[in-house]
């Protein structure tokens, strides 16, 4: 069936793009800080194993509203890990860091959800899509907000 929101072809694949970056992103901090939540050690085990846990679940939740609004633009949303980390900036490590690295790169990972979310808002702003407009903003609010938690605990 076709598809009538009010967005022509290319505007609708420039968002679902930007969207495609920002899942990539997401998803690979979400990954990281599962991970971490996991192997986490030292004296502030039960509060970063805790702060970790808050964090990936929030990261899960995200990955389906994103998902979810690329396959509402009529793009099929990405149906492996593979395709899905092959756009992230964000790099598995190597070994298991120590808790103020995990720290440290978790903020970073932040840092970049919100610069991929921003430039999803420039793009979906400039091809008139208010909804993936809104979704990009919100997501940068979190990264940013959780990204200064993060430096802050460190
Ligand atoms: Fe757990």
Redesign the pocket.
Known sequence: MSIDIGLEDKQRDASAKALNVLLAETYALYMKT?GY??NVTGPRFNSL?NMF?TQYRELWEALDVIAERIRALGHFAPGSSEEMLAEATIKPDNGIPDAEDMISNLARGHEAVSRAAKAGTKIAAENGDTVTEDLMTQRADVAEKTAWMLRASN
């Open positions: 599962h939540h996991w194993h846990e």
